[in-house]
């Protein structure tokens, strides 16, 4: 019988597979084991769009109420809090750079 992951290891576990998913969202060939090995500010190293971002965040809510469970409002407090710590700088595009 497989042993229960205790509440720790279950939030954990979801920011792997959330960065993880990030990074497959974002079109990179990186896992977050990968980006780790880069040191302390390896989320400098790529970019994803705000299209990008905006479908992880919704795509983190989902999984945080699933696997946590918890309410709506809290998995996006969690989500805007992971991608603050954790999220890929925002590429700008080309009409924001010309601004």
Same mark, same amino acid.
Do not use: P
């Given at each position: 019988?497989?042993?229960?992951?205790?509440?720790? +290891?279950?939030?954990?576990?979801?920011?792997?597979? @959330?960065?993880? !998913?990030?990074?497959?969202? /974002?079109?990179?060939?990186?896992?977050?084991?990968?980006?780790?090995?880069?040191?302390?500010?390896?989320?400098?190293?790529?970019?994803?769009?705000?299209?990008q971002r905006v +479908?992880?965040?919704?795509?983190?809510?989902?999984? @945080?109420?699933? !696997?946590?469970?918890?309410? /709506?409002?809290?998995?996006?407090?969690?989500?805007?809090?992971?991608?603050?710590?954790?999220?890929?700088?925002?590429?700008?595009?080309?009409?924001?750079?010309?601004?």
């Amino acid at each position: 019988m497989a042993k229960r992951l205790t509440r720790e +290891e279950k939030r954990e576990q979801a920011l792997i597979d @959330l960065v993880n !998913k990030m990074f497959e969202i /974002a079109g990179h060939q990186v896992t977050f084991n990968d980006a780790i090995a880069f040191g302390e500010n390896w989320f400098n190293n790529w970019t994803m769009t705000e299209a990008q971002r905006v +479908e992880w965040s919704k795509w983190g809510k989902n999984y @945080l109420m699933k !696997k946590l469970n918890v309410y /709506a409002a809290r998995a996006e407090k969690e989500m805007l809090w992971i991608g603050l710590q954790w999220g890929l700088k925002i590429q700008e595009n080309e009409q924001t750079k010309s601004n």
